[in-house]
């Protein structure tokens, strides 16, 4: 089968198209390898998937109707896994038009590819961050998520609005993601899992927000990327959709849902984790709460276990040892 795996130099979709050609499936990866983090970090990971036969990377920005457009004619692909987006909460705050860019106006591109072209099954990300400050844990498809408080929340919601669209309109089936804090090896430089180890390993402070009053549901890459290949194979469909199954409650080929490991960590917990797994003590520096972050996540997961019959088995020091130990090896004891 082939596939169109958009955000193929990040983090996820980097893992999800090996996975793809692992299966045996041919895949096309696109990413514009924007510099928001280390190019040459995102280049590292095409390089680990470079020489699969099945897949092949096109440079390319998915803002850029016309060449979206082209591609969808010209590769003919059967499902698409759109994982590319503008992400981060902080950088939302100070360049707000790159998220319009990428994730509003790119995240059309890819519908109207997917309309036009009779895609069987679009796999969409989302984000946990849409739930804002909702205080009822855990977090559940069902629980309204109208207040937004970082635009790239805003887009993210917006995102499931537009694929509800389209899969009214145009019978396109979609499936929606929230991702809860995904890390492992090869994660985000800007996530907190990196930006701990780095500054630990390096004898540096690392930054406490909220004085450590956190909480978040932290999910290791094999968990997500186990998910998300169960779920493309399960397509919604009019004549199947269960009212009580995910919202909104309508006979539509739409569906979403919260991945997540279910198990949100203690951010001390975490650090300490970290801590294990480097052999070094953290310094820290206590902070009040960032502008447009939330104290705790924690994904309800009912539905997608109901779905695919998966739940993620990766333990939290696990993943951590994991992480740690690709990092050492890939920078050494430092990073530039």
Sequence with gaps: ???????????????????????????????????????????????????????????????????VENLFCKEKFKRVI????????RYSIDNPMAYIDSNIVGMTTILEGCRNNKIEHLVYASSSSVYG?????????????????SLYAA????????????????DLATTGLRFFTVYGP????????????DAILNDREIEVFNNGIMKRDFTYIDDIVEGIIRIQDVIPTRDTFDLHNTLPKNN???RLYNIGNSKPIELMKFIEAIEI????????????????????TFADTSKLQQAIGFTPKTTIQNG????????????GTSIK
């Design 133 to 149: 400050m909702n205080e009822k844990m855990p977090f559940s498809e069902d629980d309204v998520v109208d207040h937004p408080i």
């Design 252 to 254: 539509t080929p739409y």
């Design 277 to 296: 797994a480097s052999g070094k003590e953290a310094k820290k520096k206590f902070l009040p709460m960032q502008a447009g972050d939330v104290p705790a």
């Design 320 to 331: 951590i040892n994991a992480f740690v130990n690709w990092y050492k090896d890939y920078y």
């Design 1 to 67: 089968m082939k596939y169109l795996v958009t955000g193929v130099a990040g983090f996820i979709g980097n893992f999800v198209a090996e996975r793809l050609c692992q299966l045996g499936h041919e895949v096309i990866g696109i990413d514009n390898l924007n510099n928001y983090y280390d190019v040459n970090l995102k280049k590292t990971r095409l390089n680990r998937i470079s020489h699969l036969e099945q897949f092949k990377f096109i440079e390319m920005d998915i803002s850029d109707r016309k060449r």
């Design 186 to 197: 090869w994660g985000r430089p800007d996530m907190a899992p990196f930006l701990f180890c």
């Design 82 to 89: 759109h994982l590319a987006a503008q992400a981060g909460v």
């Design 155 to 170: 887009t993210k919601k917006s995102n499931e609005l537009m694929a509800y669209s389209y899969s009214h309109l145009y």
